[in-house]
């Protein structure tokens, strides 16, 4: 399915540029380049047109069973500009005091969260009273407590809740995973996952204890936390962690610059992580067992990835992350389909459980039970 996929999203790409194509006619490609009947399609309100709504956006316009028919905003202006460009009726469009309205309207199948990570859980509650189903940004909340929160206001209201891990869908990923499950690599014993970049504009919500819940880990460190999940296979039980700080005024109390973190797994598999704000394009996954290895580089990024096994190199095709995604998600919440690596509400919870006890491992300084029961 997903080579069709990107056979088809391919020729979207070069129909612009490609008059003809033998045996192709002007219908058919015309037929391929519009979506499918509007019954068919999650039809997606984007809440928050910042730097990666506006990635979301311009993704899903190849999306094959996702469209964006509605924008949730604070800044007027955004709005008028978006629904020229994405041709929005004004009736789609709302502020962050109105948008409960959004019950009321039938047009609206699902709500994607992309505002900064204090507002998820409150912007998750009313989307879930408003009847529409959630896609919500990474990390799910500020906290396990709010995300179990999440988690069962979706459940009563009857919407699905799912996170925005564009990971999950990623072709080199799968592939490592499906080797793994394979046995290419033996028996798993080891896991490195590096995350990090070097952050810059000081003023910036994500350096905000208050809008961030956090620093480095709320941001970038969970690819290392989720990535050693669907690495390894397993749930980390235990962890230890420590923190460094170099600039404690970029980096105020309660925002992490730097936090090393290990894992121990059930099987005896053990992880070391990194997450930080401090150095440049720190990307890079490394799995290795008793026959073999995996190693991403970049392993996280908006891609491509790269890397290489001990069998050769990681050859899937590169597809824009975000249109895979809302294409996958689609499907789960339309069709009932689910996700080989989840991405629902209780995915996320995980890895919030999980960064709360690195948070208080780093504070004891001692081995933490990880308790995701
Ligand atoms: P931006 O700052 O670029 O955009 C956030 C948008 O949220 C703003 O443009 C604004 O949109 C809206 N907003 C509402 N209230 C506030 C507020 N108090 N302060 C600032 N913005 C506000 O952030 P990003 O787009 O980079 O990140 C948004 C979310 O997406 C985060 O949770 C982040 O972790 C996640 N993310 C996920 C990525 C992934 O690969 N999965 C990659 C990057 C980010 P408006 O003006 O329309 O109201």
Known sequence: MSSRRNFLQKLTLSAVSIPFIPGFETKSMNVMNQKPDQSTLLRVAIMGLGSYGTRVAEAMVDSKKAKLVGL????????????????????????????DAIKD??????????????????????????????????????????????????????????VGYRMHFEGNTLEVIRMREAGAFGEVKFFQGL???????????????????????????IYSVNGARYMV???????????????????????????????????????????????????????????????????????????KTHKGPLDKPHITHQTVQMDRMAEIILEGDTAQVPVDGEEGLKDL?????????VKTGKKERIKLG
Request: aromatic share 10%; net charge negative; hydrophobic share 35%.
């Open 72 to 99: 949730i905003s604070g800044t007027p202006s955004k709005i008028t500009a978006w629904q020229a460009k994405y041709n929005i009726p004004e009736k789609n469009c709302y502020n962050y005091e109105n948008f």
């Open 105 to 162: 309207n039938p047009d609206i199948d699902a709500v994607y969260i992309i505002t900064p990570n204090a507002l998820h859980h409150p912007q998750t509650l009313r989307v879930a009273a408003a009847g529409k189903h959630v896609i919500c940004e990474k990390p799910m909340a500020l906290n396990a407590r709010e995300g179990r929160e999440m988690v069962e206001a979706c459940k009563n209201a009857g919407v699905k809740l799912l």
């Open 195 to 221: 995350s990090g970049f070097k952050i810059g504009d000081p003023t910036q919500w994500r350096l905000n204890k208050e809008l961030a819940g956090g620093g480095a880990m709320m941001d970038i460190g």
């Open 233 to 307: 296979g397993e749930e980390p039980e235990w962890v230890t962690a420590q923190e460094t700080k170099t600039d404690p005024v970029k980096f105020k109390e309660g925002v992490d610059e730097t936090i090393m973190f290990q894992f121990g797994f059930p099987s005896g598999v053990v992880a070391s992580c990194l997450s930080t704000y401090s150095m440049s394009n720190l990307d890079r996954f490394f799995l290795n067992g008793t026959e073999g290895y995996a190693e991403m580089q970049p392993s996280t990024g908006y891609g491509p990835i790269k890397g």
């Open 353 to 361: 459980i999980i960064i709360d006890t690195i948070y208080k491992a």
